[in-house]
């Protein structure tokens, strides 16, 4: 199994910036493939971005590309979502999940951290 904590979230303004953590614990050395979703109020949980934890390659969505970051930190099994030029429409829960095979196909999941853009 593993767990997954994120942290970070917050209430910031338009054009702000704000950094996600997730913490990975458990058999993060079976992890394929780190990503971060979010869900807006109503609406469904959507991509934003992802990390292979072989070669540390990334994805992104096209609503976040330029805008948006993930890196990790090996020593603390740490992934992070650094996040610029923040717009309202940024606002939802975003969660990070585990993919355990190259299928992306996500096994676990967090609690999930708000964030909230006001404008």
């Known amino acids: 199994q593993v767990q997954l904590v994120e942290s970070g979230g917050g209430l910031v303004q338009a054009g702000d910036s704000l950094r996600l953590s997730c913490a990975a614990s458990?058999?993060?050395?079976?992890?394929?493939?780190l990503g971060w979703f979010r869900q807006a109020p109503g609406k469904a949980r959507t991509f934003v971005a992802r990390?292979?934890?072989?070669?540390?390659?990334?994805g992104y969505a096209d609503s976040v590309k330029g805008r948006v970051t993930i890196s990790r930190d090996n020593a603390k099994n740490t992934v992070y979502l650094q996040m610029n030029s923040l717009k309202p429409e940024d606002t939802a829960v975003y969660y990070c999940?585990?993919?355990?095979?190259?299928?992306?196909?996500?096994?676990?999941w967090g609690q999930g951290t708000q964030v909230t853009v006001s404008s």
């Open positions: 990390l292979t934890w072989s070669d540390s390659s990334t």
């Open positions: 458990g058999r993060t050395s079976s992890v394929y493939t």
């Open positions: 999940a585990a993919s355990m095979r190259p299928a992306r196909v996500y096994d676990y």
